[in-house]
């Protein structure tokens, strides 16, 4: 257990919550205005929990599509380091749990860094010039993920007017694509148990030529490497913020106030419901944990609310309440708690609002457990 009790890393705010009386630490050393935790589909812990990296902005510069550069916290230095060379497209950073390395995404490029201080950033691989010609790639992927056997990342890659999908051997070796599509698909994750298997969602298409907006009809699709897409639930229906089951035989996803675990062979739904609508939610590897964030409506910035429920005995707490930030910043950055559970669910890091900065929080899970047990 890393120790977050240290005042010269971390700002304890008892009762962030009045209700639950939940105790959340703050990152208190600041080496960017905004600091906010990864995207929620992605741990930025290593799994001996001694680095927990996060994302920094600078306003005005830059903004969630594109700007942002990589920090870390070194448990065991008690060191906080920012590189100022990592800067990142969309959510795509991701880290090695075994070295502790971040991977990112830039243009049409694939580069790694150490978290240490007297590290150097390594080229991994890119995009062929043969797929690309003079067009422009505004985003490699959405977010990075690693297939289950360590060989290769999974992009999504936005090329021109086309969304071009494929794996980047992490050894180097030429890209292999999958499947290009004319309108717009994301979030591509590769399977926790499969290398072969792809989950990705149709996204929302602002067509570039026309101006039109095309909703989305059907979030979730699978993809197996050679094979057609097919779709995962039952009835074409729109879902959002999707992940995989650490068992890699169901994916999760939220509607309204439920969070849903959806089977992806038969497309049967187990529906969980909270107490408030859902906005983003994540589960424990055994999925008997989940946690969210929740808000009244949709908009960058405003407030927001963090939940934590224990299946075992159905019991849900308020965490801490986020303050609005209408500004520049809240707008700006896509400062969404995303919380979701790290290091073998032994944490829940997110984004806070609530010492008026944008900042990256940390709450132990044992302390959860323990409220929500009886």
């Not at 243009?107 to 790694?112: E, F, I, S």
């Not at 969070?259 to 107490?275: K, M, Q």
């Amino acid at each position: 257990m890393i120790e977050l009790s240290d005042r010269s890393l971390f700002t304890p705010v008892r009762g962030a919550h009045a209700q639950s009386g939940v105790t959340i630490y703050v990152l208190n050393r600041k080496v960017a205005p905004v600091q906010q935790s990864f995207y929620f589909t992605n741990d930025g812990m290593s799994a001996d929990g001694r680095y927990l990296w996060f994302y920094c902005a600078f306003p005005p510069s830059g903004s969630a599509d594109q700007g942002r550069t990589l920090g870390v916290v070194d448990f065991v230095d008690h060191a906080v380091r920012h590189f100022p060379e990592t800067q990142f497209t969309d959510a795509s950073p991701y880290v090695d749990h075994a070295t502790g390395d971040a991977y990112w995404g830039m243009g049409a490029h694939l580069w790694r860094r150490s978290p240490a201080s007297n590290g150097h950033v390594e080229h991994i691989n890119a995009l062929p010039d043969a797929i690309i010609g003079a067009r422009a790639v505004p985003t490699l992927a959405t977010h990075l993920t690693r297939s289950a056997d360590g060989k290769a990342f999974f992009a999504d890659a936005r090329i021109g007017l086309q969304y071009v999908f494929g794996s980047l051997p992490v050894d180097g070796s030429p890209w292999q694509e999958w499947m290009r599509f004319d309108r717009y698909h994301n979030h591509a994750q590769f399977s926790p148990t499969d290398p072969d298997t792809v989950l990705f969602a149709q996204e929302m298409h602002d067509d570039p030529l026309t101006g039109l907006t095309f909703p989305i009809t059907n979030r979730l699709w699978l993809m197996r490497r050679g094979e057609i897409p097919r779709a995962i639930l039952k009835e074409p229906r729109w879902v959002s913020h999707e992940w995989w089951d650490a068992n890699g035989r169901h994916v999760w996803c939220v509607w309204e106030n439920e969070t849903w675990r959806v089977d992806i062979e038969t497309g049967e739904e187990e529906r969980i419901a909270f107490p408030r609508r859902c906005w983003h939610s994540h589960s424990s590897q055994d999925g008997q944990m989940i946690v969210g964030d929740s808000n009244s409506g949709f908009r960058r910035g405003c407030p927001s609310t963090l939940h934590f429920m224990n299946r075992h005995t159905g019991r849900v707490i308020t965490l801490v309440e986020n303050p609005e930030r209408s500004d520049y910043t809240g707008r700006t950055y896509h400062i969404d708690p995303h919380p979701r559970f790290c290091c073998a669910d032994q944490y829940i890091v997110f984004t806070t609002t609530i010492l008026g900065d944008v900042d990256v929080a940390i709450i132990p899970v044992s302390e959860l457990v323990s409220l929500t047990s009886h």
